[in-house]
């Protein structure tokens, strides 16, 4: 048998699936990046909280040192607790804002993405940084859940449909998906 005998094969997908009602199905390989787990991301805040204590310590306590106010332990509502809580907070929003990400979370290329949008909107992350951060740090139990989900989301992140993910890390993923056909689709039939 001469090479040019041999038959070659089409670049058509052979169904793998046929479901009733005649439409064909075939499972289609994809990437996406992969979630990042509990421990790189509790790592990232332990160097976010590194450089906020730093940032608190160079912005706000010489000005408090000047006027002659208290910076040590004080009730929660103490100027110093407010303003630190105020840093802390603007931090995560800002930074999640303009760079997806944190400080420490550049530092282990990690960065939040919105599950619905290709970007963070204000309103997200208010509720995603604010909101939900302080629920998860409240109620710290919370935050461990994000070694359990499939997508590695914390109640913050389900609250604002967020996750983190790695940078340059993809995992394979399968998904059964309807085989389109050349000419018109005015033969498919679906079920509402």
């Known amino acids: 048998m001469a090479n040019n005998d041999i038959p070659e094969k ?32 509790f790592c990232a805040y332990l160097i976010d909280l590194l450089v906020i204590s730093a940032l608190a310590s160079i912005l706000l306590k010489p000005i408090f040192a000047l006027i002659g106010s208290e910076t040590g332990s004080g009730p929660w ?4 607790a407010l303003l630190s809580a105020i840093l802390f907070y603007a931090y995560f929003v800002l930074m999640t804002k303009f760079f997806g990400q944190t400080i420490g979370k550049m530092i282990f290329a990690i960065r939040v993405v919105s599950l619905q949008k290709d ?27 994000v070694g359990f989900t499939p997508l590695k989301q914390g109640v913050h992140d389900f609250f604002a449909d967020t996750t983190v993910v790695h940078e340059q ?5 399968r998904m059964m998906q309807k085989i389109r056909r050349n000419g018109s689709e005015l033969q498919e039939k679906s079920a509402f």
Do not use: C, H
């Open 10 to 41: 089409s670049n058509v997908a052979e169904p793998r699936d046929k479901r009733p009602g005649g439409l064909e199905y075939e499972e289609v390989m994809f990437y996406e990046r992969k979630p990042a787990g509990f421990w790189i991301r």
């Open 169 to 173: 890390s993809y995992r394979q993923r």
């Open 77 to 80: 509502y103490a100027p110093f």
């Open 119 to 145: 970007t963070l909107d204000w309103s997200t992350l208010l509720f995603r940084e604010w909101i939900g951060r302080f629920i998860s740090a409240t109620i710290l139990p919370l935050y461990f859940i």
